[in-house]
């Protein structure tokens, strides 16, 4: 089979029974259940559990999950101090990346295998991503950073260790339905990562490491960040509507907008677009929300005029103005998403190892054609190095 260059699009090559897209009526369900319901009535605590354990949980179950989380919070002391050692200018992407190794080492339960070994990976790696982007954050600051506070949920503790003092219930409940809204999407670029990582046997943190190396590109998670730079270049709603038609005529692209599977709106495009105009109104911001607005108004009637009518706000469209009025910096907005979609990464992970016997996924390998020097099936004629004709020369170090 040659399906070149397409990345894999419209390309089964799995089951999965974690998450399911319809692109082109844009429904997203995990498990079952449809996102705009999670993101009415569930909260992260309880979603993580629904896509790890594949039910959602009871009273005591839920209650538990929470309390193994809060536990789990505390980060190894080494780990704190090798973020000291950074370059503070170092990308968050990059230091979660590099810090996800270090948290593997600190792991009790790395090597074990079983299902249940997997599932305590999950939850600390779930627990301790948000203490190292918070503590990331303030330390490139030059500013102290703040324990975990055991007594405030998911989302409250993080803005607490962020901001070192405690949002408000609203913005609390906001961000917490944003993790909802990011912690899966079936067999997205980074979730691939992490699966393909793991059907080599490798552990749970290897494929998260490789999760986030995916999702930190701009046309990945990446794009939160681009579209909040994109949005403080404008600042005012009156410069719109040129520079979209500019940046269209000279064949740009709008971030945070455009899918790979959705062919209409986003579904969680439409839930942070309310988020963005309320929190916008209740934090004396609603600039942000308007020049988003207007970008997606004009964007859209300039597509359609050039024949593009499926590309439309993506998750990331709306979540950069929502971040920022909760004080979050662009360049830490794509470390967000990935605070969230680590449950489905680990979702994921586990599926991958752990799918039913008929389903199980082989190690991925696919091929690709050579389109290199053949000399022949004989092969190319080595040539000592002293007898070679100069080259373009070694580019410098
Ligand atoms: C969490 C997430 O990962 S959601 C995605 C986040 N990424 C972004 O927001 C980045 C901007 N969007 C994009 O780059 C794209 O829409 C993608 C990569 C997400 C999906 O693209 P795909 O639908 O797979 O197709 P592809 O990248 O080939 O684009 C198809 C055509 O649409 C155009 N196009 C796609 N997205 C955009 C956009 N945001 N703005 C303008 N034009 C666009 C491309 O330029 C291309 O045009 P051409 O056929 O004239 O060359
Ligand atoms: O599914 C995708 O390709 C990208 C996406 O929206 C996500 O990962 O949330």
């Known amino acids: 089979m040659r399906i070149k260059n397409m990345g894999l699009r419209g390309l089964a090559v799995a089951d999965t029974k974690i998450s399911f897209i319809d692109g082109e009526k844009g429904i997203l369900i995990y498990r079952g259940f449809r996102i705009e319901d999670l993101a009415k009535s569930s909260n992260f605590m309880e979603t993580a559990f629904l896509l790890l354990m594949g039910r959602l949980p009871d009273k005591s179950e839920a209650e538990a999950f929470q309390r193994q989380v809060v536990q789990a ?26 810090t996800v190794p270090l948290l593997a080492m600190a792991d009790p339960d790395l ?32 500013k ?34 944003c993790l909802v809204l990011h912690a899966d999407h079936t067999f997205n670029a980074s979730t691939f990562a992490c699966r393909e990582v793991v059907s080599t046997r490798a552990h749970m943190y290897a494929g998260v490491a490789a999760g986030v190396g995916a999702l930190s590109g701009e046309l990945h998670g990446g794009a939160n960040a681009r579209v909040m730079e994109m949005l403080k270049s404008l600042e005012n709603v009156d410069d719109v509507a040129g520079w979209v038609r500019g940046r269209l005529d000279r064949k740009e692209r709008i971030m945070g907008m455009g899918h790979a599977v959705y062919k209409t709106t986003d579904p969680r495009a439409n839930i942070l677009k309310e988020i963005s105009a309320r929190l916008g109104e209740e934090t004396g911001q609603p600039q942000w929300w308007r020049i988003s607005k207007t970008i997606e108004e004009v964007a ?55 799918a039913e016997a008929q389903e199980k996924p082989m190690l991925y390998r696919p091929t690709a054609e050579y389109v290199g020097d053949y000399c022949g099936l004989v092969g190319c004629t080595y040539v000592p190095p002293e007898e070679r004709e100069q080259a373009a020369g070694v580019p410098s170090a």
């Open 144 to 177: 102290d950073i703040f324990d975990p506070n055991p007594s405030l949920g998911h989302a409250a503790n993080f803005l607490w260790m962020l901001h070192g003092e405690n949002p408000s219930a609203s913005m609390a409940r906001a961000l917490d339905v």
């Open 73 to 98: 919070r505390r980060v190894p002391a080494f780990v704190l101090e090798t973020l000291r050692l950074l370059p503070s200018n170092a990308h968050p992407m990059d230091v979660l990346q590099a």
């Open 300 to 354: 859209l009637e300039e597509l359609e005029k050039r024949g593009k009518k499926d590309i439309k706000p993506n998750v990331d469209f709306y979540s950069a103005s929502v971040y920022h009025v909760m004080g979050i910096p662009a360049d830490l907005m794509t470390a967000i998403f990935a605070l969230s979609r680590i449950a489905g990464w680990c979702a994921h992970i586990i599926e991958e190892k752990f």
């Open 111 to 142: 090597r074990d295998e079983t299902r249940d070994g997997n599932v305590r990976k999950a939850v600390r790696l779930i627990a301790r991503l948000p203490v190292v982007i918070a503590a990331w954050d303030r330390i490139r600051k030059g």
